[in-house]
């Protein structure tokens, strides 16, 4: 059996199959990827607004009242801004008490 070498055809066609394969798999990972994404995005959303925003498509429920049952108020913000505000301030009063508690060491406490 005689062996020829490769002629330049049947090399172009391998590098074009081997180019093909390479993409289709790229493409295939994006897609998973996307995929993924899309499912977190899923996750994170909850369910009881997504029934909120199904009724006000439908005509059940009015704008006002999604609002007023998803918590998204002025009432509702104000209130949540605040929460945020007093965790800050006791998280900065924690890391406070810590670095005093730092300095009770003199080599730990910085140059004042």
């Known amino acids: 059996m005689k062996i020829h070498p490769p002629s330049a055809r049947s090399t172009s066609l391998r590098r074009l199959a081997v180019t093909t394969l390479a993409a289709g798999a790229l493409a295939s990972a994006q897609g998973i990827a996307h995929a993924e994404e899309d ?19 439908k005509g059940i429920i009015s704008e006002e009242e999604v609002r007023t049952l998803s918590g998204d108020t002025s009432e509702e913000r104000i209130r949540r801004r605040a929460e945020s505000r007093k965790k800050a301030q006791r998280e ?4 406070q008490k810590a670095e005093a508690a730092k ?8 140059p004042a």
Do not use: G, T
């Not at 900065?92 to 890391?95: L, M, R, T, V």
């Not at 300095?103 to 910085?110: E, R």
């Open 39 to 57: 499912s977190a995005e899923a996750a994170k959303r909850d369910p009881m607004i997504d029934l909120l925003e199904k009724l006000k498509e």
């Open 103 to 110: 300095c009770q060491v003199p080599a730990v406490c910085p």
């Open 92 to 95: 900065a009063e924690e890391n």
